[in-house]
């Protein structure tokens, strides 16, 4: 079965910092990756996609970046964080359900989550 | 990807059924009409998919009409667990766009006892 694995669980980080998210994924290949996060009492933004190694979408903010090194590796990294960075960061891939071949949505499946807090 | 409208907010009590509505009036032929769960500090699960008329599971049913420029997320009998925020989202795996799956603000049901 397949599984995801996102690390580390809370952090704290002082403004002008770095940081490294991990999100590998167990049990496919090949997987649609993403990148979210949610703002106390807020919505999921989208932060960045990936169809393959290397193939990535960003669709925010440029103190942010996302790698993909291997197929099932998914990394989230800041040279320096801002007090806005702070929220709660989820990793996701992208299994297809639906009846027939080609028919069909992406459905998402989430890790536990990681939850950054920027002082 | 087609916008969906949802409500903000809705109540409910314990024992009953919820139905929540999403609007989809520009859904594309091949769009199929998936909706997910989100717990506090947890991440949005799937609850399930449809492309139309009646799809059930062990969680929920989902009532898509003809048109398909709506559907129904129905709960039966909610329990107080069933107290989270609810996404509508349409999309098609085949769509070169469909890799970019975006949320929205999702319908916040609160079960009181």
């Known amino acids: 079965s397949q599984t995801i694995h996102q690390w580390p669980a809370t952090l704290v980080q002082p403004v002008g910092s770095p940081l490294s998210l991990e999100c590998t994924v167990e049990?496919?290949?090949?997987?649609?990756l993403y990148w979210y996060r949610q703002a106390a009492g807020r919505g999921l933004q989208l932060l960045f996609y990936s169809i393959g190694i290397d193939q990535i979408s960003s669709e925010v903010p440029q103190n942010l970046s996302a790698s993909r090194p291997q197929d099932r590796q998914f990394i989230l990294s800041s040279k320096k964080l801002l007090l806005s960075d702070s929220g709660f960061y989820l990793c996701?891939?992208?299994?297809?359900?639906?009846?027939?071949?080609?028919?069909?949505?992406?459905?998402?499946?989430f890790g536990a989550g990681s939850r950054l807090t920027v002082l | 990807l087609a916008k969906t409208t949802q409500p903000i907010s809705m109540d409910s009590y314990e024992g009953q059924e919820v139905n929540i509505t999403c609007s989809h009036n520009n859904i594309a032929t091949n769009d199929y009409i998936t909706w997910y769960q989100q717990f506090p500090s947890q991440g949005p699960r799937f609850i399930i998919q449809?492309?139309?008329t009646k799809v059930t599971n062990e969680v929920a049913s989902l009532f898509i009409p003809a048109d398909r420029k709506s559907s129904t997320l129905s709960l039966p009998r909610v329990s107080l667990s069933d107290t989270a925020v609810y996404y509508c989202l349409v999309g098609d795996k085949s769509d070169s766009s469909a890799s970019k799956i975006i949320f929205g603000s999702g319908t916040r049901l609160s079960i009181r006892p």
């Open positions: 449809g492309y139309k």
């Open positions: 996701a891939w992208a299994s297809y359900r639906g009846q027939g071949v080609q028919a069909g949505a992406n459905v998402l499946t």
């Open positions: 049990g496919t290949s090949n997987p649609n």
